[in-house]
């Protein structure tokens, strides 16, 4: 009676150990790492309140993508700055199939400066954290202006003088025409002088 119970005892202590081998636990992330994809250096638009939306990748420590991380973004409360709708600071998203988050809503406040929004990950009890240096600056002020103006002037020189070429070019209906001279600068069209 002895060996069926030392039989079975065998028989299930293999069966135990069959089944133990056979199931693996889900691999543990041991480390995250944050990649800025978008952002880094951006320059907002203070006079149009645009900004940059940053991007970042979440990755193990093989750099493969992780999904359904926590991204907290955070701007800061003081000075040149951002930021996300209704006037929030922080903005909380969950990284895609591909690791990606993104600052969806990111607007710029009115002071110019550099700031650093403020990055970090978690998942499966691991953190990670950086910083995304951007900074605002008012856009399309004189310089811009100045540098249009230019175009147009040049523009007009251009239009004028082909104007200029056109008509002289066209006037006469077959008799003899007069020269036509087109001189630098404002244009002028007239017989020569």
Not at 122 to 143: E, K, L
Request: hydrophobic fraction near 40%; glycine fraction near 12%; charged fraction near 10%.
């Amino acid at each position: 009676m002895l060996r069926p119970v030392i039989a079975l005892a065998v028989l299930l202590s293999l069966l135990a150990q069959s089944v133990t081998y056979g199931y693996q636990d889900p691999p543990q992330i041991q480390k995250l790492n944050i990649e800025i994809v978008e952002g880094e250096g951006a320059v907002n638009n203070i006079r149009q309140r645009m900004a940059r939306e940053p991007m970042v990748q979440v990755t193990d420590e093989n750099r493969k993508p992780v999904a359904g991380a926590a991204v907290v973004f955070l701007l800061p409360n003081q000075g040149a700055g951002a930021t996300f709708a209704n006037g929030a600071k922080s903005l909380t998203t969950i990284t895609d199939a591909n690791g990606n988050a993104v600052a969806r809503g990111l607007q710029a406040n009115r002071l110019s400066g550099q700031y650093q929004v403020r990055v970090t990950a978690s998942h499966q009890g691991r953190t990670a954290s950086t910083s995304i240096n951007m900074s605002n600056a008012a856009i399309g002020g004189g310089i811009a202006s100045a540098a249009a103006l230019k175009w147009l002037l040049i523009l007009g020189a251009a239009g004028g003088a082909a104007a200029g070429i056109a008509v002289a070019t066209n006037s006469g209906g077959g008799g003899q025409r007069s020269p036509t001279t087109v001189t630098p600068g404002t244009p002028t069209v007239g017989a020569p002088r």
